[in-house]
């Protein structure tokens, strides 16, 4: 498809979400806060140099000063709101999921094992938990606490690796925490390619990547894969120039007006203390009742919704029949849980 769309003088550009993505966890229920269109490949692909690999390697950050100023000022920013690339105003306390401190603590990060950006950013193979063992080998000691993706906790995705397995090395978190409160009281991150290794960066904590994301290959990892194309010594300002103020473009998400990074991250932080000042992206607290349609006539299948939510809450969890509720027809045709999928094709069999 590349080939034919060059072949025939077609632009191509590559896209994927942004670094400040949205205001829920579940990514397929909310619309992206920022995008990267890219000329070259996927940012997160290290077999061939990307525009952001390219933008890294030769701009020229010593002379923009204003640049630098404005990237020092949203590293702060992000530090101290607590934003990131999916957004909650959860509370957690991190002491009691993590229990007191008395030593090193390090903190794994799972990821989609499946996911493009482990395929393509990570050469080598690896899962969630063999990442989990190479952490607790080389700290000895140490406490290591093993966070899943959220897409994994809230069943939007399967898991491929059973965390349960590595559960004697681990705190395994077993529900959703906030990005910015898992770094608490952290001292070392371990990743395979997860945004969370520059969030983990920005907050001066060490980061072993084990693939080659984006971030890596700048003198600011501890790189287990390294990458030949890259190796110019970047500060942290220079990368987060690069990485949240030149590379991606940002919306607004209630009238697709093109926007700053700082108009972004003021906008979710006025969000979550007044909820319409983002154009509310997150979708009704439920479907709209019709008289006929995919709820049957008189719109008799919404009757069903109360009585079916804690049958999935049994299969999954909480948030799972919080999602049902929000759009019962969406739910199952997001989810591939075998279960859930039994349960949609009965409840609504003239849906594929």
């Known amino acids: 498809m ?22 829920e966890a579940n990514a397929s229920r909310t619309p992206p806060l920022s995008l990267a269109l890219d000329t070259g490949t996927a940012y997160f692909d290290c077999r061939e140099p990307s525009d952001l690999e390219r933008l890294l390697a030769t701009y020229d950050f010593d002379s923009a000063p204003e640049l630098l100023g404005r990237a020092a000022a949203g590293i702060r920013f992000l530090l101290e709101t607590g934003v990131s690339k999916y957004n909650s105003n959860a509370k957690a306390d991190i002491e009691s999921l993590y229990g007191p401190k008395s030593g090193k603590r390090v903190l794994v990060i799972g990821q989609v094992e499946d996911d493009a950006s482990i395929q393509f950013g990570c050469l080598p193979a690896i899962t969630n938990n063999d990442l989990v063992r190479l952490a607790a080998q080389e700290n000895p000691g140490a406490q290591i606490i093993y966070k899943p993706h959220p897409d994994i906790l809230s069943r939007v995705r399967l898991a491929q690796s059973n965390p349960q397995d590595v559960g004697h090395l681990c705190t ?29 960066l920005l907050r001066g904590i060490k980061v072993t990547a084990y693939g080659c994301p984006f971030y890596a290959g700048w003198g600011l990892t501890d790189d287990r894969q390294p990458n030949p194309r890259r190796g110019r010594a970047l500060t942290i300002e220079a990368l987060f120039a690069g990485a949240y103020l030149l590379y991606p473009r940002y919306f607004d998400p209630g009238t697709g007006k093109e926007v700053s990074f700082e108009e972004t991250v003021d906008g979710i932080r006025l ?20 008289a006929w349609g995919p709820y049957g006539i008189l719109g008799w299948r919404h009757l069903l919704t109360p009585l079916v939510s804690p049958v999935i809450a049994r299969i999954g969890h909480g948030r799972d029949a919080e999602n049902y509720r929000a759009d019962p027809i969406q739910f199952f045709r997001e989810l591939s849980n075998p279960k859930f999928r039994l349960i949609g094709r009965v409840l609504y069999p003239f849906d594929r």
């Open 2 to 23: 590349r080939d034919f769309a060059l072949k025939h003088g077609i632009p191509v550009f590559f896209i994927e979400d942004g670094f400040i993505r949205s205001v």
């Open 172 to 200: 395994v978190l077993t529900q959703p925490l906030p990005m910015a409160h898992a770094f608490e009281t952290i001292d070392h991150v371990y990743t395979i390619t997860s945004l969370a290794g520059f969030e983990a």
């Open 271 to 290: 969000y979550f203390s007044t909820p319409k000042a983002l154009g509310d992206p997150r979708q009704p607290s439920g479907p709209q009742w019709q």
